[in-house]
């Protein structure tokens, strides 16, 4: 089983800052197949990335990803306050296809 | 528009039973792979079962194995779950997921969730 850990466990920033979100995985990802997911409270996870760096259709451009491997990141350019959420990793190449356990996105 | 509109949650006691359903509609369901995930109160996402377009390829999470089977009625537009033996940790909210792909893909839309509480 793939191991994704993501880090922090909680970032706090301000509007118009820059966000890294990092998610490391305990062996390499088959093809890259690496998401990154955005969760508001009580909605459904939203996909924001897929193929590591590819942003899904509709989302702003202020979201980019990046990695390979085993390191990938994801970073907001320029924070607005709805970007403000939970941010989940997974990895889809191999069964079962795990999450990371998360990282908050708090206003400071 | 794609729609996933997952039904069939509830309050049911260990040791029960439960059959989630995933209603799809607003793109040809029988070429895409799809998913489970659940998430307790609380905590994070965990993916539950995976099955591809023509249900040749079907996985499961260690923790629901022999116990969840995962299905899917392509001329019903249907995916379902039927929890057996359903313990208080199954407790949390459901979510079908369409993958981009077959037999792998990214989750590209998602449900909005159907409550399951284990409890006596």
């Known amino acids: 089983e793939i191991v994704l850990t993501q880090s922090p466990g909680t970032l706090s920033l301000s509007p118009g800052e820059r966000a890294t979100l990092s998610c490391r995985a305990s062996?390499?990802?088959?093809?890259?197949?690496l998401a990154w997911y955005q969760q508001k409270p009580g909605q459904a996870p939203r996909l924001l990335i897929y193929?590591?760096?590819s942003r899904a259709t509709g989302i702003p451009d202020r979201f980019s990803g990046s990695g390979s491997g085993t390191d990938f990141s994801l970073t907001i350019s320029s924070l607005e306050p709805e970007d403000f959420a939970v941010y989940y990793c997974?990895?889809?190449?191999?069964?079962?296809?795990?999450f990371g356990q998360g990282t908050k996105l708090e206003i400071k | 528009e794609v729609q996933l509109v997952e039904s069939g949650g509830g309050l049911v006691k260990p040791g029960g039973s439960l059959r989630l359903s995933c209603a799809a509609s607003?793109?040809?369901?029988?070429?895409?792979?799809m998913n489970w995930v659940r998430q307790a109160p609380g905590k994070g996402l965990e993916w539950v079962s995976s099955?591809?377009?023509?249900?040749?390829?079907?996985y499961y999470a260690d923790s629901v194995k022999g116990r969840f089977t995962i299905s899917r009625d392509n001329a019903k537009n249907s995916l379902y779950l039927q929890m057996n033996s359903l313990r208080a940790e199954d407790t949390a909210v459901y979510y079908c997921?369409?993958?981009?792909?077959?037999?792998?893909?990214?989750?590209?839309?998602w449900g909005q969730g159907t409550l399951v509480t284990v409890s006596s």
């Open positions: 997974q990895q889809y190449g191999y069964s079962p296809f795990t």
């Open positions: 193929g590591a760096s």
């Open positions: 607003g793109f040809t369901f029988s070429s895409y792979s």
């Open positions: 099955i591809s377009s023509s249900s040749s390829y079907i």
């Open positions: 997921a369409r993958a981009s792909g077959t037999p792998l893909g990214d989750f590209d839309y």
């Open positions: 062996q390499s990802v088959s093809s890259n197949y």
